[in-house]
């Protein structure tokens, strides 16, 4: 295996700024998913081939993207992605994206499992031969994924029932989704003020459609650059979120 992992360019669309004219952190998340698919067919494990041959799928669980500097409208973005070490059942993949100028814009680290498309049973590498090296590159964040914990009781904020536009091609959330869900838990006035520079997501739930979601938040008073996000209904929680945010300059 090469030393290199798989890259990619594109413009930032005008659909994908939000009132700042900057990427949203949900399109931003969407160019990831979009460079991973490609990363994996050449590994030989792309959506096509793990749903003909072992009908399962891949499955984002946890995430965490730090900001560095805002993208914006028509800035041209590449998108380098390469998979980390991977155990029984578990697979990391980290992304960095780069302006013209070969200046880092992003950087994410992610954490995946295979699902059984019918019984959603998670499958070990082992069923689907997966055995690719590492890639020879540091960690796009040094840091460790682990479970997202408030350490203050979260407030309500907002319900939304699950609808067409926010399911994809597995029928439920896509992992992206769930970004806007949670920065709508953040007024507007506080985007305005400040931006967020990293967030980490702890997906734990599938939400389909039809399903209500409650939308909690609060921000520590020792922690207050930081808001914890939940968003949970009928029982389950769907995901847990941290975002940390600074001034603007």
Not at 10 to 25: C, G, P, Q, S, Y
Not at 97 to 108: K, N, Q, S
Not at 178 to 191: G, L, S
Request: net charge negative; hydrophobic share 40%; glycine share 6%.
């Amino acid at each position: 295996m090469g030393t290199e992992g798989y890259k990619c360019v594109r413009a930032v669309n005008i659909n994908e700024t939000d009132f700042m004219r900057e990427l949203k952190l949900s399109a931003l998340l969407g160019m990831f998913q979009e460079a991973a698919e490609p990363a994996s067919v050449e590994l030989g494990f792309g959506f096509d081939v793990m749903r003909d041959r072992f009908n399962a799928a891949w499955i984002l669980t946890r995430i965490r993207v730090d900001v560095k500097k805002p993208a914006v409208w028509r800035d041209e973005i590449e998108i380098e992605t390469w998979n980390r070490r991977h155990s029984r059942v578990t697979f990391e993949r980290d992304f960095i994206a780069r302006d013209a100028h070969g200046e880092t814009v992003a950087a994410a680290v992610t954490s995946w499992v295979v699902l059984d498309v019918d019984t959603r049973a998670m499958k070990t590498a082992s069923d689907f031969g997966f055995d690719v090296p590492d890639f020879d590159m540091p960690r796009a964040i040094d840091c460790r994924l682990g479970r997202i914990r408030s350490p203050v009781e979260l407030t309500p904020v907002y319900t939304r029932t699950v609808g067409y536009s926010d399911i994809d091609v597995n029928g439920h959330v896509n992992n992206a989704r769930y970004v806007d869900f949670a920065m709508d838990c953040i007024p507007v006035e506080r985007h305005r003020a400040r931006r967020v520079n990293s967030v980490e997501i702890g997906y734990v739930n599938e939400a389909r459609a039809g399903d209500s979601i409650s939308l909690l938040a609060a921000s520590p008073p020792d922690e207050p650059d930081a808001v914890y996000i939940e968003g949970a209904g009928n029982g389950v929680t769907f995901f847990r979120a941290r975002a940390v945010m600074s001034p603007r300059a």
